[in-house]
């Protein structure tokens, strides 16, 4: 009896160690993706003033959607509040600059041959278990009818956590705009029309059509599937962003966000 029951201390013994050590592991594993995205985000926000110190000693010198003048005053065309940035000396495979209203999701996009190679690696192409946020490798850039942006869905509310929070309406009410920054400068604004829940199956990720017909059918498919009315039309002459991220209503499901671009 007594062996069994120091048996018994020494398996809970263990199983709370190992319950300490996932516990601490993924702690880490959030502090060093904190310290990477960080990072990075220092290095975008350095580019930007030194980019813009650069272009107030040239008058009225065009900085993709804003404007330098002789006042040294920089003019912005567009809500999106940055200066042309290209990070594709740090990784060529970078695609732009990702930043939605009312979230902390403010993250470089990458793109790989593939769509598993950024699962678990961050912008230097080391490995992180929080990955990093990519375009689907059939997408040219963001020319494409359905441009695809996948990220995981983080505990710490991290990566694409929070787009979950786009489930409410009344916070949809007051945030509905995604933006992206291109490396040439380019500042893309969408407005989101669809958001739901769905099985990984569901074919979302379509990125092109055969005809204007099938992308018109598609389009009414997910707008038609949106947790609620976002009273945004749509048509088939609009270019779509889809974000897509882990969800855990059920098996393999998805949350799933559409945004039209409007400039």
Not at 227 to 247: F, G, H, Q, R
Request: hydrophobic share 30%; aromatic share 12%; net charge positive.
């Amino acid at each position: 009896m007594k062996k069994a029951r120091i048996l018994i201390n020494i398996v809970l013994i263990i199983a709370l160690l190992f319950g300490s050590y996932k516990v601490i592991s993924k702690v880490l594993d959030y502090k060093k993706a904190d310290r990477v995205y960080d990072n990075i985000k220092k290095i975008k926000e350095t580019r930007e003033k030194q980019f813009v110190s650069s272009a107030q000693s040239n008058n009225n010198y065009k900085v993709g959607n804003s404007e330098v003048d002789d006042n040294k005053e920089v003019k912005q065309n567009s809500p999106y509040n940055k200066t042309t940035l290209d990070l594709s000396d740090i990784n060529k495979d970078y695609r732009g600059w990702i930043d939605i209203d009312g979230t902390n999701i403010d993250y470089p996009v990458l793109q790989a041959k593939d769509n598993s190679y950024y699962l678990k690696k961050d912008i230097n192409k080391n490995y992180l278990p929080s990955g990093s946020i990519f375009l689907d490798y059939r997408n040219n850039r963001f020319e494409d009818s359905n441009t695809v942006i996948y990220g995981h869905y983080m505990r710490n509310n991290t990566m694409f956590g929070e787009l979950k929070k786009f489930k409410d309406k009344k916070f949809f009410d007051k945030n509905n705009k995604i933006y992206i920054e291109t490396p040439d400068g380019q500042k893309l604004e969408y407005k989101i029309f669809s958001v739901y829940t769905t099985d990984a199956n569901y074919n979302y990720i379509q990125t092109s059509f055969n005809s204007k017909s099938d992308y018109k059918q598609f389009l009414n498919k997910i707008k038609n599937k949106s947790l609620y009315n976002t009273n945004v039309e749509v048509s088939e002459n609009d270019k779509i962003l889809t974000l897509s991220t882990c969800s855990y209503e059920f098996e393999n499901a998805r949350t799933v966000i559409h945004a039209k671009l409007v400039n």
